[in-house]
């Protein structure tokens, strides 16, 4: 039987982007299993995929780790516990730790919705994208999977979705047809990496 590659989320928002990703392993698309999402916010609609779903749901935050050391090593303790192979950033908030991209080795992605390195960096975030996207007048925009270092949206580009931006669209309409590029797109390279098809090591 192939080797199921063991991911950890990381997720502060609806989840969406997690829950497209448990059906494709449920559905055998991606050879992966996933251990825990862990949360900066315990109210997120995440949390809810995660019971839906049967994944194990970690807040850890500045309110329950006052310390930003302890917060890092209480994720550290947790990748070791549950064995995680792939740390996917999916709508989280926070930036990471050093000490736990550190750990993990360069083996932690991030979905970015926008056609890097255009409209990324600091701030570059939501709406803020798609208002950016469409205020410049672009007419294709899209999702990114990178490597994550530790400059914001920086780190290697692993895969890109591509959407048309047509006329009468606003930033919604355009977040709309990001968001369902993010939903194919992210299964498709974490299964490459599962697979051993793209090496990020
Ligand atoms: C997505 O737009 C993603 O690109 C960004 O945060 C959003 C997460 O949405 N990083 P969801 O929580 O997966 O629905």
Sequence with gaps: ?????????FASGGGSNVEAI???INMGEVPAEAKFIIS??????VAEKAEKYGVPFHHISSKTHPEPEALAFEMIDLIEAYDVELIVLAGYIKKLPD???EHMKGK???IHPSLLPKFGGQGMYGMNVHRAVVEAGETMTG??????SDEYDEGRILGRCRTMIE????????????LRCEH???????GQIAKGQLKIA
């Excluded at 999702?143 to 994550?148: G, K, L, N, P, S």
């Excluded at 606003?170 to 990001?178: I, N």
């Design 40 to 45: 900066n916010n315990s109210q997120a609609g």
């Design 1 to 9: 039987m192939e080797d199921k590659l063991k991911i950890g989320f």
């Design 108 to 110: 932690v992605i991030n």
């Design 184 to 190: 194919e797109l992210y299964s498709i390279v974490i």
């Design 143 to 148: 999702c990114t999977v990178h490597q994550v």
């Design 22 to 24: 448990l059906k494709n």
């Design 167 to 178: 006329p009468g669209d606003s930033a919604e309409t355009v977040a709309q047809k990001v």
């Design 99 to 101: 000490e736990v991209i």
